[in-house]
């Protein structure tokens, strides 16, 4: 073992043992986590037991720092953390060698959301002064993140639809089944008879609670009930039966920094309804005069674009192509260009078409344009099925 580096022996008696501080670099971003939470007004901000009274219990200063450093390495789980707490020397040093067990850090992150996100928000103030957090521009996306409730304890109108359908189809077949039964010898009849009766019965049970929860999830305001955690969502995919419930967790980042200024906790399967929403936490928490943000096509909404442009809020966000022209072969609405001096669209056969009437459907101000010529145009029959090809513009 000589001509390789040696450790030192483990049973050796120190004079001057090292103390835990020596164990975390001076430029560990523990270090930063104790600073700034310890020059936050806990009770301010929020969190429950920061002036408690009665048997001592935990520092929710302590309990934040364990938990912010958790999120800064990726530890999210309350078991996880509770085992790094015995043996992360960073987190000893950062907790006071205090190590809090699983039930109190999930208690904790549950009991104090709320003061969870002022704590946010005052990290991001601090980023601001500190020049960290440049403006002007920042990314929203969503993610989704599943709950503890399962599909099985979800209900919807399809979802109950469909397991009656499959109670329906077990119980005819435990009904032919109970049908061979009789037609075969006495004793062993007797045996897979009662066998089938029992779970025939239990499938008819399973019935009748489908139907009391049917008329349940039809008086429930969105018709949909989660057991286990009643604020869960069933969360549609692009993969076919890769769904979960869960919930959808809305972030605008920062995108010279990387950092997330703003954050929000949803229920809804989809984006459409919080481009202009994310965008507005976002100004409040950069207090940036102008602001552009960057979505994807899941975000775009005419109406979300429209009150984007009313908060001074610039916003880019593609639109999804679901023509059903282009599906089918036809020209899209993208072929035809909207001139914006004279308000007519340039077909691709060169033809103007002009505004003909202006309708209101849902509250919105619709305008519709075409052209007098369609009938006679030769790319007729790759444009329209119709008279003539019809193009609706959103009006103001």
Same mark, same amino acid.
């Given at each position: 073992?000589?001509?390789?580096?040696?450790? +030192?022996?483990?049973?050796?008696?120190?004079?001057?043992?090292?103390?835990?501080?020596?164990?975390?670099?001076?430029?560990?971003?523990?270090?930063?986590?104790?600073?700034?939470i310890?020059?936050?007004?806990?009770?301010?901000?929020?969190?429950?037991g920061?002036?408690?009274?009665?048997?001592?219990?935990?520092?929710?200063a302590?309990?934040?720092?364990?938990?912010?450093?958790?999120?800064?390495?990726?530890?999210?789980?309350?078991?996880r953390?509770?085992?790094?707490?015995?043996?992360?020397?960073?987190?000893?040093?950062?907790?006071?060698?205090?190590?809090?067990?699983?039930?109190?850090?999930?208690?904790?992150?549950?009991?104090?959301?709320a003061?969870?996100?002022?704590?946010c928000?005052?990290?991001?103030?601090?980023?601001?002064?500190?020049?960290?957090?440049?403006?002007?521009?920042?990314?929203?996306?969503?993610?989704?993140?599943?709950?503890?409730?399962?599909?099985?304890?979800?209900?919807?109108?399809?979802?109950?639809?469909?397991?009656?359908e499959?109670?329906?189809?077990?119980?005819?077949?435990?009904?032919?089944?109970?049908?061979?039964?009789?037609?075969?010898?006495?004793?062993?009849?007797?045996?897979?008879?009662?066998?089938?009766?029992?779970?025939?019965?239990?499938?008819?049970?399973?019935m009748r609670?489908?139907?009391?929860?049917?008329?349940?999830v039809?008086?429930?305001?969105?018709?949909?009930?989660?057991?286990?955690?009643?604020?869960?969502?069933?969360?549609?995919?692009?993969?076919?039966?890769?769904?979960?419930?869960?919930?959808?967790?809305?972030?605008?980042?920062?995108?010279?920094?990387?950092?997330?200024?703003?954050?929000?906790?949803?229920?809804?399967g989809?984006?459409?309804?919080?481009?202009?929403?994310?965008?507005?936490?976002?100004?409040?928490?950069?207090?940036?005069?102008k602001?552009?943000?960057?979505?994807?096509?899941?975000?775009?909404?005419g109406?979300?674009?429209?009150?984007?442009?009313?908060?001074?809020?610039?916003?880019?966000?593609?639109?999804?192509?679901?023509?059903?022209?282009?599906?089918?072969?036809?020209?899209?609405?993208?072929?035809?260009?909207?001139?914006?001096?004279?308000?007519?669209?340039? +077909?691709?056969?060169?033809? %103007?078409?002009?505004?003909?009437?202006?309708?209101?459907?849902?509250g919105?101000v619709?305008?519709?344009?075409?052209?007098?010529? +369609?009938?006679?145009?030769?790319?007729?029959?790759?444009?329209?099925?119709?008279?003539?090809?019809?193009?609706?513009?959103?009006? %103001?």
């Amino acid at each position: 073992m000589g001509r390789f580096i040696e450790g +030192c022996d483990r049973w050796q008696k120190l004079l001057l043992p090292d103390c835990v501080d020596d164990y975390v670099p001076e430029d560990s971003p523990a270090r930063v986590v104790d600073v700034f939470i310890d020059e936050l007004d806990l009770v301010a901000l929020g969190f429950e037991g920061a002036a408690a009274t009665g048997r001592p219990g935990y520092h929710p200063a302590m309990l934040l720092k364990l938990y912010l450093y958790g999120y800064l390495n990726q530890v999210q789980s309350s078991w996880r953390l509770e085992r790094e707490a015995g043996r992360n020397v960073e987190l000893m040093w950062l907790t006071g060698k205090l190590a809090p067990d699983f039930k109190t850090i999930a208690d904790f992150r549950r009991d104090n959301g709320a003061a969870i996100q002022a704590t946010c928000r005052q990290f991001v103030v601090l980023c601001r002064s500190l020049g960290l957090i440049a403006g002007g521009m920042v990314a929203v996306d969503g993610s989704r993140f599943k709950a503890v409730n399962t599909r099985d304890k979800n209900f919807t109108p399809g979802a109950i639809r469909r397991r009656m359908e499959q109670v329906d189809a077990s119980i005819a077949r435990y009904l032919a089944l109970l049908d061979t039964a009789d037609r075969q010898e006495e004793e062993v009849a007797e045996f897979r008879t009662a066998r089938l009766a029992e779970r025939l019965e239990s499938l008819r049970r399973q019935m009748r609670e489908l139907k009391t929860m049917e008329e349940v999830v039809e008086a429930a305001p969105d018709r949909q009930i989660s057991l286990t955690d009643p604020d869960a969502r069933a969360m549609a995919s692009a993969g076919k039966g890769t769904g979960q419930v869960g919930y959808n967790l809305q972030a605008a980042v920062d995108t010279g920094s990387h950092i997330v200024v703003a954050h929000e906790v949803i229920n809804l399967g989809h984006d459409r309804t919080q481009l202009a929403n994310m965008g507005r936490q976002a100004v409040q928490a950069t207090d940036a005069v102008k602001l552009t943000v960057l979505a994807d096509r899941g975000y775009f909404s005419g109406a979300e674009v429209l009150a984007c442009e009313q908060a001074g809020i610039i916003a880019i966000c593609p639109k999804p192509l679901t023509s059903g022209a282009r599906a089918e072969g036809r020209f899209g609405k993208p072929d035809f260009r909207h001139q914006a001096d004279s308000d007519t669209y340039r +077909c691709p056969a060169g033809e %103007t078409l002009i505004k003909r009437m202006t309708t209101v459907e849902n509250g919105l101000v619709l305008n519709r344009y075409w052209s007098s010529n +369609c009938g006679r145009c030769a790319l007729n029959p790759g444009c329209t099925p119709g008279k003539e090809r019809r193009v609706t513009r959103w009006g %103001t």
